[in-house]
């Protein structure tokens, strides 16, 4: 069985549906969700085998008379967190960029340091080789 916990959250707590004359089926139609979730297994494998067979468009509403209001509280708070969202990604992104470039930094001072070693390796080994030249065949 497919659940939208919103969308259940959103049709059941709609401040704006509870008239008088929807309230006893707005009731009706939360308690029957709750119903429909906390059902045994056997029922729900029924349930998951009927609604795979029926076609994608039969599971979602087709008129305006069924598709609920929109209850402004909950846009506001998916908006609020969407926000959160946003600001806690761009604060990831900037903490990602000064550690990229300190990381890089720290790449090219160690190149740096390993070119210097291997200069000064090449030129102690070649100082050494002349060395030995000299000691072995005299002054030339």
């Known amino acids: 069985?497919?659940?939208?916990?919103?969308?259940?959250?959103?049709m059941c707590a709609?401040?704006?549906?509870?008239?008088?004359?929807?309230?006893s089926?707005?009731?009706s139609s939360c308690r029957s969700i709750a119903s429909i979730s906390s059902g045994n297994s056997s029922a729900m494998g029924a349930?998951?085998?009927?609604?795979?067979?029926?076609?994608?468009?039969?599971?979602?509403?087709?008129s305006p008379i069924d598709i609920p209001p929109i209850d402004p509280m909950a846009v506001m708070e998916l908006e609020m967190a969407a926000k959160r969202v946003a600001d806690n990604v761009d604060l990831l992104m900037g903490n990602l960029r000064s550690n990229l470039h300190k990381m890089?930094?720290?790449t090219v001072g160690c190149l740096d340091a390993y070119k210097k070693s291997v200069d000064t390796t090449?030129?102690?080994?070649?100082?050494?080789i002349k060395k030995r030249n000299q000691e072995t065949f005299g002054q030339v």
């Not at 069985?1 to 959103?10: A, D, I, K, S, T």
């Not at 090449?122 to 050494?128: A, H, I, M, P, Q």
């Open 1 to 10: 069985v497919f659940e939208f916990p919103l969308q259940n959250n959103l």
């Open 14 to 23: 709609n401040p704006m549906t509870k008239e008088s004359s929807g309230l």
């Open 25 to 27: 089926s707005r009731t």
């Open 47 to 62: 349930s998951l085998t009927s609604e795979m067979s029926r076609s994608p468009s039969s599971q979602f509403p087709h």
């Open 104 to 106: 890089s930094a720290i």
């Open 122 to 128: 090449c030129d102690s080994v070649d100082s050494s």
